[in-house]
């Protein structure tokens, strides 16, 4: 079982900056595919961006070119830099892996979840 834990969030102007962190209990983290999905409220989970154990990088189109996602294998770390935040961006924010996931922007491909930081953006 794998434990994920958020930080990160806060309350931030429009233009501003945030990192979130996402800290997982697996010494095997490298071997994890790893992703950050967002859900405002009333409406659906969304994909945010995903880093593969493969290094690869993938983003929703909403948030290309603003947000990056790294990972550092040995703090068993994934984080998300936002840059240029939008009040559109205002979300909780999870952190979500599994071994291996086919569709990477299908959030029930992921079996482990953290419990979520909030992000809002103030206009």
């Known amino acids: 079982q794998v434990q994920l834990v958020e930080s990160g969030g806060g309350l931030v102007q429009a233009g501003g900056s945030l990192r979130l962190s996402c800290a997982a209990s697996?010494?095997?983290?490298?071997?994890?595919?790893m992703a950050w999905f967002r859900q405002a409220p009333g409406k659906e989970r969304e994909f945010v961006a995903a880093?593969?154990?493969?290094?690869?990088?993938y983003y929703a189109g909403s948030v290309k070119g603003r947000f990056t996602i790294s990972r550092d294998n040995a703090k068993n770390t994934v984080y998300l830099q936002m840059n240029s935040l939008k009040p559109e961006d205002t979300a909780a924010y999870y952190c979500?892996?599994?071994?291996?996931?086919?569709?990477?922007?299908?959030?029930?491909?992921?079996?482990?979840w953290g419990q979520g930081t909030q992000v809002t953006v103030s206009s």
């Open positions: 697996e010494r095997t983290f490298g071997r994890y595919d």
């Open positions: 880093i593969r154990r493969t290094g690869n990088i």
């Open positions: 979500a892996a599994d071994n291996y996931v086919s569709d990477y922007t299908y959030d029930r491909e992921y079996r482990y």
